[in-house]
């Protein structure tokens, strides 16, 4: 498996403004994906982040509301932009760590409240 | 739209016994199949993953992959108070990405 990190944890915003979320890796893997849960509900896909070009978005989701960075193999960031209270959420990211198995791990998730 | 059913449950079972998790995908063409353990506020946990059709076991968790039925299954045998928790069933497909269902929640009574 990978140790999987993400900063913040928690945050409370209010509306109107933009959060980056990051996820840290202990390892280079070579998918990194966002997902978002909203309570008492399952995970939906936001993006798959590529390593040096442009992240690949779900249907529902736009780069301008959630811009992805991903400069390396073991860093990706995740921002919500213009923020509304629909956007509280969890933010989780993911990696899978090889192209053979497709197992997926994730990050510990950033609860976010948007007021 | 590829879709991921499960019943949501909850499934509530006493202490010891053996508790039958059921997932059916929608697309013929997914080659992996995984089972996460997700406990309330917590993010999901792997706990099994099989890609061919048949058993297989790894201590009290068995999978089983039926893809002419388009069906996954998870048994947790001697269930214990600790595998209370929502069970999410994962589909990977030829296009690389996952598709989550929404998830069983499992109560193990003491």
């Known amino acids: 498996s990978a140790v999987i990190s993400q900063k913040p944890s928690r945050d409370i915003c209010q509306r109107g403004t933009s959060l980056t979320i990051q996820c840290q890796v202990d390892?280079?893997?070579?998918?990194m994906f966002w997902y978002r849960q909203q309570p008492g509900q399952s995970l939906t896909l936001i993006a798959t982040?590529?390593?040096?070009?442009?992240?690949?978005?779900e249907s529902g989701f736009v780069i301008d509301k959630f811009p992805i960075s991903r400069p390396n193999l073991t860093f990706s960031t995740l921002t919500v932009s213009n923020m509304s209270p629909e956007d509280s959420s969890i933010y989780l990211c993911?990696?899978?760590?090889?192209?053979?198995?497709?197992?997926?791990?994730f990050g510990p998730g950033t609860r976010l409240t948007v007021t | 739209q590829k879709e991921v059913e499960q019943n949501s449950g909850p499934l509530s079972v006493p202490e010891g016994a053996i508790a039958s998790l059921n997932c059916t995908y929608s697309?013929?063409?997914?080659?992996?199949f995984f089972w996460y353990r997700q406990y309330s506020g917590k993010s999901p946990e792997l706990i099994m993953s099989?890609?061919?059709?048949g058993d297989k076991e790894d201590g009290r968790f068995t999978a089983q992959l039926n893809k002419a039925s388009q069906y996954v299954s998870l048994l947790i045998r001697d269930s214990q108070p600790s595998d209370s928790a929502t069970y999410l069933c994962?589909?990977?497909?030829?296009?690389?990405?996952?598709?989550f269902g929404s998830g069983t929640k499992l109560n193990v009574k003491p």
């Open positions: 099989i890609y061919s059709n």
């Open positions: 697309d013929r063409g997914s080659q992996s």
């Open positions: 994962a589909v990977f497909d030829n296009f690389n990405k996952f598709y």
């Open positions: 993911s990696v899978a760590l090889s192209v053979l198995s497709y197992e997926q791990y």
């Open positions: 982040a590529n390593q040096g070009s442009e992240a690949t978005y």
């Open positions: 390892s280079q893997v070579t998918m």
